[in-house]
């Protein structure tokens, strides 16, 4: 709450026409308002319809919204109204107000929420507009809206005040507009192929299906450790236990590592599973579903995306790691020793000349972070890299054809990683001798996957084939409104406390 003696004079002067309409008898914050149109219905109705300079005095509309532009010209006055739907002007004489009315006109201020009532014209200009004949504060406001709000400078503000930013940014809001229309396509779709949605438990007593460092918190009535969900992996395979064949989660995951462009600490994913599939079958559906996104969404396969453009007209290339560190990294993952491997790693990642960080990496490590350091920045069109090294994937069958890699895939587009699938491991002793090895691990790598006696249990009582994906619905967001930075496409992503 602002100190009230020492408020800047634009705050103080809202204050003081607030205390006035409360001096008048008006009520600046009635309860409701009974509105009959959007100011886009009043658009569409009339565009066409209307010639510049006609009116349609027997129609009677009210709308509400906020006052964001006001332009006086002596007795008569334009303002604009802008709600969910759009803006529209309004044009209003005060002479043919009523004392009340005319006297909630003579305090506003710009960024109040007003209701206006009146017969719909189009000026000489061709504007779509409404006369105004009543007028109504339906809540006054003390905070200034920005002046400028466009920029760099102003990113703080969009960010930590999301607010602001959709009153003033229109383009914000339709990209928040598009979010949500993203997430119910995708529910639509995986309705459409019989997959059932579920939900998992967010506080976990043990926590899985992902590397990362989860939050923890206490239960107080158990007095138990409890970690917030990194993944609803594990929960996901029991109901396929359990013998449902087709389940999908959209829900929030919680990872606490570092923030950047694309990684927040709080985040939505959705992961499926299907009984009876496996990677190439979910290669085959995710490329499917993805590009019905974007078609649907944006009208076209392809995407514009940060001065370029993606095309995800199918098929997507398919990129093996052992082949990307061929033709990025330069070295054969088939025939370098292991200490040719090692220098090439040091010579991408500087923090690998720490003998002690390098030997603790596997071969299959040691190949998978060489791809990541020469391959993944030119993954810009869709790509499905996969057959990743057995050592980084404790929950995927190991490769049909090579024992050395796992049945795994992850997709690929604008040089970011947007999903990650496997076929997943049904085998109990091979599952629980993984994960033993992950354990030995967390010694040294607080993100080795943790023991779940629970989940080997569901295991042991049987798992049919599967096939596993999960996809980072922001990331995808991100890809089809062309937006730079994962804060962009939430809507109160995790900022440092202010001081």
């Known amino acids: 709450m602002t100190d ?139 905070e200034p809206l920005p002046e400028k709000f466009h920029g760099v400078a102003d990113v703080e503000i969009k960010y930590r005040h999301r607010h602001l930013d959709l009153i003033t940014d229109a383009e914000s809001r339709k990209v928040f507009e598009a979010r949500s229309k993203i997430v119910r396509e995708i529910r639509k779709w995986m309705e459409a192929k019989g997959f059932l949605e579920v939900e998992t438990p967010v506080l976990q007593p043990i926590y899985g299906g992902a590397a990362a460092h989860p939050f923890d918190t206490h239960h107080r009535a158990l007095d138990m450790k409890l970690f917030m969900k990194i993944s609803p992996e594990l929960y996901l395979k029991r109901l396929i236990v359990g013998g449902f064949e087709k389940v999908f989660e959209i829900g929030k995951n919680f990872r606490n590592e570092g923030i950047d462009r694309t990684h927040n600490p709080e985040f939505t ?73 090692q ?36 993954l810009w069109n869709p790509t499905f890299v996969m057959d990743h090294p057995v050592e980084i994937s404790p929950l995927t069958k190991i490769h049909r054809k090579d024992s050395r890699l796992v049945e795994r895939f992850e997709p690929f587009a604008g040089a970011m990683e947007i999903g990650n699938a496997y076929s997943e491991l049904n085998d109990p002793e ?21 023991m779940d006696e629970d ?12 096939g596993g994906v999960g996809l980072g619905i922001e990331r995808i967001v991100m890809l089809l409104t062309n937006r730079p930075s994962i804060r962009d496409i939430i809507l109160f992503p995790t900022m440092k406390h202010q001081r």
């Open 343 to 378: 220098a090439k790693l040091v010579s991408i990642d500087g923090q690998y000349k720490d003998p002690k960080k390098l030997s603790a990496l596997s071969r299959g490590e040691v190949i998978m972070k060489i791809f990541e350091g020469t391959a993944e920045e030119h």
């Open 4 to 142: 009230i003696k020492n408020e800047n004079p634009l705050r103080a002067e809202k204050r003081r026409k607030l205390h006035a309409l409360r001096e008048k008898g008006v009520n600046p914050f009635p309860y409701t308002f009974d509105r009959t149109a959007s100011t886009q219905d009043i658009r569409t109705k009339y565009e066409a319809q209307l010639q510049a300079g006609e009116k349609v005095l027997d129609s009677n509309f009210r709308i509400a919204g906020r006052l964001m532009t006001l332009r006086a010209m002596g007795k008569a006055s334009f303002f604009n109204v802008q709600d969910q739907s759009g803006s529209l002007q309004i044009y209003v004489k005060l002479e043919e107000l009523s004392p009340e009315a005319k006297t909630a006109f003579d305090l506003v201020d710009l960024g109040d929420i007003v209701g206006v009532e009146g017969y719909a014209f189009k000026t000489q200009k061709g504007e779509i507009s409404l006369h105004a004949k009543n007028f109504t504060i339906l809540t006054k406001t003390l």
């Open 455 to 466: 989940f080997m249990l569901a295991i042991d009582t049987g798992m049919p084939p599967t």
């Open 269 to 341: 994913m959705m992961e499926w599973y299907e009984a009876y599939t496996d990677y190439n079958y979910q290669m085959n559906q995710f490329e499917e579903l993805v590009s019905h996104l974007a078609k649907t969404i944006t009208g076209s396969y392809i995407v514009p995306f940060q001065d370029k453009e993606i095309d995800f007209t199918p098929p997507w290339r398919r990129l093996t790691v052992f082949d990307g560190v061929r033709e990025y990294g330069q070295v054969d993952p088939d025939k370098a020793s292991l200490e040719d491997l």
């Open 430 to 450: 091979e599952q629980y001798q993984r994960l033993k090895d992950q354990e030995a691990k967390r010694t040294i790598d607080e993100e080795a996957h943790p």
